[in-house]
């Protein structure tokens, strides 16, 4: 059961805000009837006409891409750089879920499909995003603990996360560290890293959840199958 006014949105008519008042100006009809009422619910079965046009669901779809560098995460850009977003054949209005950085490549997760969107992204669903950075210098088990326990960035506390040491590259002053993490903060792993005295040379997602880069190059990008996404349904709590 979902609200009439996300139901208007979803389908692509127009915003939640601006569905809001249709609803109030008796411009909504369900089944035949006007609904004036802000919190009615529907179940996805209805005849929803909004100002006499039959609302159509929007069909949801879900793409896993592997990200390569030099392409910005968002759905346009207005200096009209290419977007993770152009990457992808679907005539739907799908978006990214989360943030990679310009210069990260990976896992990236793109859909229409918002509460889909809402469960990978809440920490609360403790779903792993494991990330392999190249450091330049030498990383050493105090600045490991120091990750793991958690480091002040932006005023706030990093949750509890896992680390691994990869490599250490005598040679090249290297080294390549596997990190988990739950949460999805703004610059999250560069800036752990630099907490802790390194940065980051060169950062990959390389899984979120059940989602790898398995089979898949640079740029390229498949559908989810309908038991993944149910898979990633039956983790919400
Ligand atoms: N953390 C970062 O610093 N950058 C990313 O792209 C993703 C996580």
């Not at 891409?65 to 209005?93: H, Y």
């Not at 995003?129 to 480091?151: M, Q, S």
């Not at 880069?213 to 199958?225: A, F, I, M």
């Amino acid at each position: 059961m979902e609200r009439l006014q996300k139901f208007i949105a979803e389908a692509g008519y127009t915003s939640r805000r601006k569905a809001e008042e249709l609803i109030k100006q008796g411009k909504v009809e369900v089944n035949g009837r006007i609904v004036t009422e802000l919190g009615f619910k529907i179940g996805g079965k209805e005849q929803v006409i909004v100002e006499g046009n039959l609302l159509k669901k929007e069909e949801k779809e879900y793409y896993l891409l592997n990200k390569p560098r030099s392409i910005i995460t968002s759905v346009s850009d207005d200096k009209g750089r290419k977007t993770v977003v152009d990457l992808v054949d679907s005539q739907k209005r799908i978006y990214p879920i989360g943030r990679l950085d310009y210069d990260t490549t990976g896992v990236l997760l793109l859909t229409n499909d918002g509460e889909f969107a809402n469960i990978l992204m809440h920490p609360n669903n403790q779903i792993d995003k494991v990330y392999i950075a190249k450091l330049r210098g030498l990383i050493r088990g105090n600045a490991i603990n120091k990750l793991k326990n958690g480091v002040m960035i932006d005023g706030r506390k990093t949750k509890k996360c896992r680390v691994k040491l990869r490599k250490i590259d005598l040679k090249n002053n290297t080294s390549i560290v596997e990190i988990t993490i739950h949460e999805g903060r703004n610059h999250q792993i560069k800036k752990m890293f630099r907490e802790v005295g390194f940065e980051v040379l060169k950062l990959k997602r390389e899984r979120i959840g059940i989602f790898t880069l398995q089979g898949l190059k640079t740029g390229s990008y498949r559908k989810l199958s309908p038991k993944e996404v149910s898979v990633i349904y039956s983790l919400q709590k």
